[in-house]
């Protein structure tokens, strides 16, 4: 069975910075894209930025320049959020994409950015 277990949200103001952390356990392929999508109030969940086993990334236009996604390992996932805006908030949950169409999601953690 896999887990992700995400770490690192919390509360920033305006202009501040925050690193969002995940690991993977259980029976992780070396070839896998992980990324971090995230969820407003009211809101449909949406991609934040994704990164290959490659270390190819993707990003959302309204993150990029501000975060930066990278990889500890095939297991663990980064996110370094700077310049947050209010609009960031949300909640934010690490995926695994695996081979043979195996998705997985951690727990979400909260990032919230007050103005």
């Known amino acids: 069975q896999v887990q992700l277990v995400e770490s690192g949200g919390g509360l920033v103001q305006a202009g501040g910075s925050l690193r969002l952390s995940c690991a993977a356990s259980g029976s992780i392929f070396r070839l896998n894209v992980m990324g971090w999508y995230r969820q407003a109030p009211g809101k449909q969940r949406e991609l934040v930025a994704t990164?290959?086993?490659?270390?190819?990334t993707n990003y959302a236009a309204s993150v990029e320049g501000r975060f930066t996604i990278s990889r500890g390992n095939v297991s663990t996932v980064y996110l370094q959020m700077s310049n947050l805006e209010p609009e960031d908030t949300a909640v934010y949950y690490c995926?695994?994409?695996?081979?043979?169409?195996?998705?997985?999601w951690g727990q979400g953690t909260q990032v919230t950015v007050s103005s």
């Open positions: 990164i290959t086993s490659g270390s190819s």
């Open positions: 995926h695994l994409n695996q081979p043979m169409g195996l998705d997985y």
